[in-house]
């Protein structure tokens, strides 16, 4: 009888406009296309972002990883020339070098923002072009020895027909004396002289300014959570068949192979065998890849096994085995998965037999299903960034409406009034179009930029301000006395929503990052959270203030799920919203998120506006919730 435990893979003044209803019909795999919202005003004219080496073992066996699974080492001994020891040395002095620099430099994580990411692209080049100017060096200096040898090949031909009667000639007997001495000596010189230099140099200098492991698996478990988010299967994102896209780049069976292999490291056997399967896939296809295909088996039958589906399990256990008969693990496998079979059949026909039921014996196989998680509003936050289940009833969409506005008849705007448009009704989200300039947005970029750093939430026990992987973006702040335009936009949002922003918080620009998202949240200060802004001494944050800075290609979107309403990034756009109602207590239906970035580079800023300086300019109400 076999007692063998399956065992887990280490891990390492208003005008009323008409509103029409123009959705966007040409979306690809559900996913909204532009980040533009479902209704539309038309305006006229005349107003203006764990290495895992050992693949899965079960019943405590030995792995592939093993000491006892490889030969051992023949005892060899060679003489080594100096010159070699010393160039070896060299080398490793100056990577090793690299490795220390780059150990004493932050790490700026720069998977969580597209913005920064960009630099890297220059990066490379640059890195590129030393390691051309590397290669014509060596092409160079093998140019030099290569002529070198012919002349002398040319040389010995004729000296070695008759080697007396050549070195009869004193002149000949002199040139090889010399040759032999001084040339050979110039020669060995030559073929030492390290070319690598520059980009060694060059490289180790660049390193510190390059991603790192934690980049790469960011990066990879973003590609898994828009697969998730906008219902996308291993295959589409593999053959880059996403929306919106120009640069379409393909996944290697090797890229397939390491994306799965993060999954595995966060034990989701889920996402483990989708893209180990499309690994597979592309490797049967023909694919030359540097991971073969045992490899690939080993993690993929252990992820169905986890998942519970021992038939599948077994099967591709077995065609591992025709690949490799001598598989140590496998062939303990097989014989696991099927003692399991066995008794699980067993077990079936003696219940069936019990209650006169499915007699086949057949063993059902388990549904597959990702990975349950904290957030309880999941599906119908995801279905929001896919553009499905908004609740917006033509009932409630004859209540919206897009007007001009000239903001309580404010002296800016009588002449120029600007463009609004209802999004929501309850809560009420309103939108203004092309209420900040292209020039304006640059500036804003251009100040943001060299201080962007990973976005941070507020923890609500401690108050300490922390990362977390359901913000992935990053932030800068900007205050009005550092900036004519920063100051002239504060005045724009003060004009038009008639709040005072004298106490309200810096401008917030954000840049998302590869797949960047902000998970449902509350902006304000719950009950539970009494000391939120208490060090602002400013109260609770009244009203939202959001301005889109970019397009967005396929996703992005502000998704409020406790009310089925979703907000499509339009540049040069904003959206405003109250947080609190005019009692003071939080509104929890402004709950939202910022949906993953699917294709596109998202950047916005924001104005959180606080409770201090309003009391005149929004009073309170009776009624609590009005």
Excluded at 126 to 141: C, F, G, H, N, V
Excluded at 338 to 366: C, L, P, R
Excluded at 492 to 511: C, F, H, K
Excluded at 613 to 624: I, T
Aim: charged letters at 25%.
């Amino acid at each position: 009888m076999l007692t063998a435990v399956a065992s887990q893979p280490s891990r390492r003044s208003e005008v009323t406009l008409t509103a029409v209803d123009s959705r966007n019909a040409g979306v690809s795999a559900a996913v909204r296309l532009g980040g533009q919202s479902a209704r539309r005003c038309r305006w006229s004219q005349a107003q203006a972002s764990v290495v895992l080496e050992r693949p899965p073992m079960l019943g405590g066996r030995v792995g592939r990883g093993s000491a006892e699974n490889h030969p051992p080492l023949k005892q060899s001994t060679c003489k080594v020339p100096s010159w070699q020891v010393m160039a070896f040395i060299k080398i490793w002095c100056i990577l090793g070098l690299g490795v220390l620099v780059s150990l004493t430099q932050a790490h700026t994580d720069f998977f969580t923002s597209i913005g920064q990411m960009t630099d890297l692209l220059y990066t490379e080049k640059d890195l590129l072009t030393s390691l051309k100017d590397y290669i014509k060096a060596e092409e160079s200096k093998l140019g030099e020895i290569k002529r070198w040898a012919e002349k002398l090949d040319q040389l010995t031909e004729a000296a070695t027909k008759d080697p007396e009667e050549f070195l009869g000639h004193p002149v000949n007997a002199f040139k090889l004396m010399k040759r032999l001495n001084t040339e050979w000596m110039e020669l060995e010189n030559l073929v030492l002289k390290d070319m690598s230099d520059g980009f060694i140099s060059n490289l180790t200098i660049q390193r510190q300014h390059l991603p790192n492991d934690e980049d790469q698996t960011g990066a990879a478990k973003a590609l898994i959570r828009l697969q998730d988010t906008y219902n996308l299967d291993a295959e589409t994102i593999s053959q880059g068949n996403l929306p919106g896209v120009k640069h379409k780049t393909l996944l290697t069976a090797e890229d397939c192979y390491e994306l799965g292999k993060v999954a595995y490291t966060d034990t989701d056997y889920y996402h483990t065998e989708l893209w180990m399967e499309q690994a597979l896939k592309q490797l049967d296809a023909g694919e030359v890849s540097n991971i073969n295909k045992i490899t690939v088996l080993d993690y993929l039958s252990y992820a169905v096994y986890q998942q519970g589906d021992l038939d599948k399990a077994l099967e591709l256990t077995k065609r591992l085995l025709t690949l490799d008969p001598e598989h140590q693990r496998a062939n303990g496998n097989l014989k696991y998965f099927e003692y399991m079979m066995a008794d699980q059949k067993k077990e079936k026909s003696n219940i069936a037999q019990k209650t006169e039921g499915n007699k086949s014996g057949h063993v059902s196989q388990t549904k597959r299903e990702r990975i349950k998680d904290y957030l309880p509003e999941r599906q119908k936050y995801e279905m929001l960034c896919r553009g499905e289940g908004i609740k917006l009833t033509p009932r409630r969409q004859k209540r919206l409406f897009c007007r001009y506005s000239d903001a309580n008849r404010n002296p800016v705007y009588i002449l120029k009034p600007v463009k609004q448009q209802d999004e929501w009704d309850k809560p009420r989200i309103i939108r203004y179009i092309d209420i900040i300039s292209n020039e304006e947005i640059e500036r804003v970029k251009e100040l943001a930029k060299p201080r962007l750093r990973r976005a941070t939430i507020s923890n609500p026990i401690t108050g300490v301000l922390e990362t977390a992987h359901y913000r992935i973006s990053k932030s800068a702040w900007l205050s009005g006395y550092e900036d004519p335009v920063i100051n002239r936009i504060n005045q724009r949002i003060q004009d038009l929503t008639g709040l005072d922003v004298s106490t309200a918080e810096e401008l917030q620009v954000a840049n998302y990052g590869v797949g960047g998202q902000y998970e449902p949240h509350f902006d304000f200060g719950r009950k539970d959270e009494p000391d939120a802004f208490k060090e602002l001494g400013t109260g609770n944050r009244i009203a939202t203030w959001l301005f889109y800075m970019s397009d967005v290609a396929a996703g992005g979107a502000t998704v409020f799920p406790e009310v089925g309403a979703a907000v499509w990034p339009q540049k040069g756009s904003a959206v405003f919203w109250y947080n609190l109602f005019p009692s003071g207590e939080g509104d929890y239906s402004t709950r939202h998120a910022a949906c993953p970035v699917l294709v596109g580079n998202k950047w916005v800023s924001n104005k959180w506006i606080h409770e201090r300086g309003q009391e005149f300019r929004r009073r309170c109400n009776l009624s609590e919730l009005d």
